[in-house]
């Protein structure tokens, strides 16, 4: 009995998640309705928000992967309850890729939840359990861009369809970036199962440098082009335009003059 409810603990939603995403709730009718004053503020915490929530479930979805895989440990160090605060890297996985959103537009991936490999067996599941995390970033760009693809934005206030062309955008840019084959990053854990010993060796010592020599590369003007231009040739196919997703990120920095093509009276 005891043991059960100890797993019904470790799987219980976690109150800071549920308070993120009312949050995301409120601020997100807020930006439908024109409800707010500052329509830009109300762009800006919905977009934080639905960015947090979806780091939430990018990393729970590496540990429920790693549970079923069988790595029973992910419920006691408080992976399954979607609080951000268990996580291994609280910092690396919420507060830099926000401060990265923030700073540069870029959905840069965080820190992955740490999984005791040496419980899982068979390196499908090894590739599966880091392929998890990018994975639900595609599902949120699928959802994200739904009303763009299948032509159902009548009624759609124009500010909230700029929110969401910019949470489109962070969402494939997540992707895109989590399935790098760089060390550190999933996308060289979804690989590194079938690489050598040796090679797996040489690469370990870089891994933890992975996610700031990709985002250092991000600031090259010619890396930072041909990246973007990928990225909006992916939105294109998928309906949304660059002046959706530019005037999503204009008015998300509501602490600047808005360019006035983007200014949506309520």
Known sequence: MTTALSRRGERRISPVFLGILAVTAVTGWATWTGFAEQP??????????????SLCLHEYAHARTALHSGDISVGAKGYLTLNPLKYTHALLSIVLPVLFVIMGGIGLPGGAVFIERARIRGRWRHSLISAAGPLTNVLFAVVFTAPFWLGALDGVPPLFRF???????LQVTAAILNFLPVPGLDGYGVIEPWLSHGI?????PFAPFGLLFVFALLWLPQ???????AVDAV????????LETYCGYDLFRFWREADTQCVVSP
């Open 163 to 169: 929110a969401l062309a910019f949470l489109a955008l």
């Open 200 to 204: 797996r060796r040489q690469v370990e």
């Open 235 to 242: 939105l294109c196919g998928l309906g949304i335009s660059d």
């Open 223 to 229: 890396v930072n082009g041909v990246f973007f231009d």
């Open 40 to 53: 830009g503020l109300a762009v800006f915490l919905f977009v934080t928000g639905a960015w947090v929530v």
